[in-house]
């Protein structure tokens, strides 16, 4: 693992500047606009805070914007979920914008730009039992990240089967393995893109269906 000084003290400078970037020139203003959104889409608050696990295991609350009713349970599996999410929120999960509110927790300290994604504890002990409480904690040896290789790869969103919780788990564990900054600013870079192809491919797909109607 390329942990070095030189690689944790660039890691940390540029989880410092791109934290301190997403609140002054996004956050700054897309709060505002999506408090104003929240309140007519669905009663509650604007941000959801949730418990995950963090670097060796210990907890931090983790920041989102809410994209579920307050009255919806607050672990739902599968379709159960997607059919729970509200209109605004299932917007902020597509784009991936309901993550943005973790740059808090990037600046504390709590989380990296790039890392494994944090888990529930109740995930972590699931995925335990099928990749081993060893793989698992070597996925716990470094900071989790708003993004990260498992994530660039496609292994992202609900992990059900034995399968998919290997591959996410084995794309984490190589990930902290090569780690360095140009992988870093890689992952990062391929996230941006990702959102971007996505964000396109919806326009031209509603485009497409207004020329049907």
């Not at 917007?91 to 494994?116: C, F, H, T, W, Y």
């Amino acid at each position: 693992m390329k942990n070095t000084a030189t690689h944790m003290a660039l890691k940390r400078l540029f989880d410092v500047l791109f934290s301190l970037a997403l609140l002054f020139f996004v956050l700054s203003w897309l709060v505002p606009l999506l408090w104003v959104l929240t309140k007519l889409d669905s009663k509650g608050p604007l941000f959801f805070v949730q418990e995950r696990e963090g670097i060796n295991g210990v907890p931090f609350s983790c920041y989102k914007f809410r994209t579920l009713p307050t009255d919806a349970p607050p672990h739902v599996p599968g379709k159960a979920l997607e059919a729970a999410v509200s209109r605004l929120g299932r917007i902020l999960r597509n784009s991936g914008i309901d993550e943005l509110p973790q740059a808090l927790n990037i600046l504390k300290g709590e989380m990296s730009v790039v890392g494994p994604r944090p888990h529930l504890a109740a995930d972590n002990t699931f995925f335990s039992a099928t990749v081993g409480a060893d793989a698992m904690q070597k996925r716990q040896s470094v900071l989790p990240g708003l993004t990260g290789w498992a994530q660039v790869q496609g292994h992202k969103g609900a992990a059900l089967t034995s399968e998919d919780i290997q591959k996410r788990i084995q794309a984490d564990l190589a990930y902290i393995d090569q780690q360095n900054f140009w992988l870093d600013t890689r992952i990062v870079a391929t996230s941006f893109l990702m959102l971007v192809r996505a964000a396109v491919s919806k326009l031209l797909a509603k485009s497409a269906a207004m020329m049907y109607v």
